[in-house]
């Protein structure tokens, strides 16, 4: 079982709505990541938390936006998505370093309508 | 030329049967390497580390050949629960914020009786 935990696992929301995707690890990891992987896809990363600090952003459009409240939670707001936003959003976390292995949240199956 | 390529599969192999999948990575400079499996649906979840040196577990042994930039898995006497989508990884390096996971479009694997 992963100890990455991620909530919702489905979430439906309209394109005007304005939700959060959760994510939470209490592995002492120090480095966060969201990946969105369409499907028949790889993972593509979108943002690294680094030390609770935005450490990359993978030119994300704004419509999404992290957020990292302490060292274990990892949010994702999304507000005014499109429907080609629709995808499996990963939630990860590891020491950050070269060598250590990363581990992944079930993730949240989101479908923009 | 994209960072890891893999093989594109699928492959469908009997009961048994030994697969092999290849990879190749463009960054030199890469320190780390690993498999990872997806079922689908599912998030992705660490098969194996890969070194230098070699290792196996079980019936699954990666190589990695540094000069070459090479990755291999190799998967004797397949079962059934062996399907899945393959997925080489590169962990990547951003310049001093290291850590970040980049994958290969994954090969996938079906395994018949």
Known sequence: DTEVTQTPKHLVMGMTNKKSLKCEQHMGHRAMYWYKQKAKKPPELMFVYSYEKLSINESVPSRFSPECPNS????????ALQPEDSALYLCASGQGSSGNTIYFGEGSWLTVV | RKEVEQDPGPFNVPEGATVAFNCTYSNSASQSFFWYRQDCRKEPKLLMSVY????????????????????????????????????????GDYGGSQGNLIFGKGTKLSVKP
């Open chain 1, 72 to 79: 274990s939670l990892l949010n994702l707001h999304l507000h």
């Open chain 2, 52 to 91: 230098s040196s070699g290792n196996e577990d079980g019936r699954f042994t990666a190589q990695l050949n540094r000069a070459s930039q090479y990755i291999s898995l190799l998967i004797r006497d397949s079962k059934l629960s062996d399907s899945a989508t393959y997925l080489c990884v590169v962990m």
